[in-house]
């Protein structure tokens, strides 16, 4: 019970987060555009229209980029309003196979081997339990079907980690953590997923629209520009931190496969 609650308390906070927010996200240029899109495209384009999970799909930008190449794209996310987001400019761009499901990471709605691809950008550091969710991409996925992971990644030394997940935490209440690409490989091997890929692209993030994306209260946005000032030389250097508060961070695409049985 404890559990289902902290659970229901997270998703809370995950909806009020993100529930006014779908209109910009949808225009932010950060998740519309990035080369990993390629990719993404590439592999779809190799199946033969293939049902793809958008796996926390926010505005749902993967989907419109893999709408063309796949028979269905189901967008799946926890915030009400954001669906309602993908499901508006899905209409307005013409993409007709694109539907969309409500519900958490860890407790998917589908049947076992139901997809032949899944993919989630910019979502895994919400959910609640990632281990959990693994398990379920894995469940979800047909022998032979492929997931790729998009999120920014944790740095290796702790004294950066710690900068990077109170930043994130500050500007974000529903942030869970960033992984590190250690703690992605080993999360995704215990849910049996075989990881065939890594790559690292850095990320740059403008201050302003990443705090109004947001809606960050003035406090904390107040209080990320005081630890940026505060924190050391090694920490400025490695965030690339401007005075404006803008810096750049990693990201990490992943690549994982489930075994034909």
């Known amino acids: 019970m404890p559990d289902a609650v902290e659970g229901a308390a997270h998703r809370a906070v ?21 080369d990993e899109f390629q ?43 954001m669906l309602a987001t993908v499901t508006e400019a899905a209409r307005e761009r013409g993409h007709d196979n694109i539907r969309t499901v409500q519900g958490v990471a860890e407790s998917l709605p589908f049947a076992d081997a139901s997809f032949d691809v899944v993919y989630s950008r910019f979502s895994a550091h919400h959910w609640r339990d990632v281990g959990l969710a693994l398990r379920e991409v894995k469940r979800v996925l047909r022998p032979g079907g492929v997931a790729a992971f998009i999120d920014v ?9 710690s ?4 930043v994130e935490m500050l500007r974000d209440t529903s942030h869970v953590r960033d992984y590190s690409v250690g703690e992605w490989t080993r999360y995704a091997g215990e849910a049996g997923l075989n990881v065939t890929a890594t790559q690292r692209q850095r990320l740059r993030l ?3 629209s990443w705090i109004e994306r947001m809606q960050t209260p003035d406090v904390m946005r107040d209080a990320i520009h005081r630890l940026q ?23 990490l695409v992943l690549w994982a496969a489930k075994e034909h049985v």
Request: charged share 20%; proline share 3%.
């Open 14 to 34: 995950v909806e009020r987060q993100f529930g006014g927010q779908a209109a910009a996200y949808l225009a932010s240029q950060v998740h519309a555009q990035g």
């Open 163 to 166: 900068f990077l997940q109170t």
């Open 39 to 81: 990719a993404l495209r590439e592999r779809v384009g190799e199946m033969a229209r293939p049902r793809v999970l958008d796996l926390g799909c926010g505005a749902g930008h993967v989907g419109f980029q893999v709408a063309d190449l796949a028979g269905e794209v189901v967008a799946y996310d926890l915030s009400s309003r």
């Open 206 to 208: 403008d201050f302003a």
């Open 229 to 251: 000032q505060q924190v050391g030389q090694e920490v400025r250097d490695a965030f690339e931190i401007d005075k404006d508060g803008s810096f750049t961070t990693d990201m």
């Open 153 to 161: 990644v944790a740095p290796g030394q702790p004294l950066l980690d």
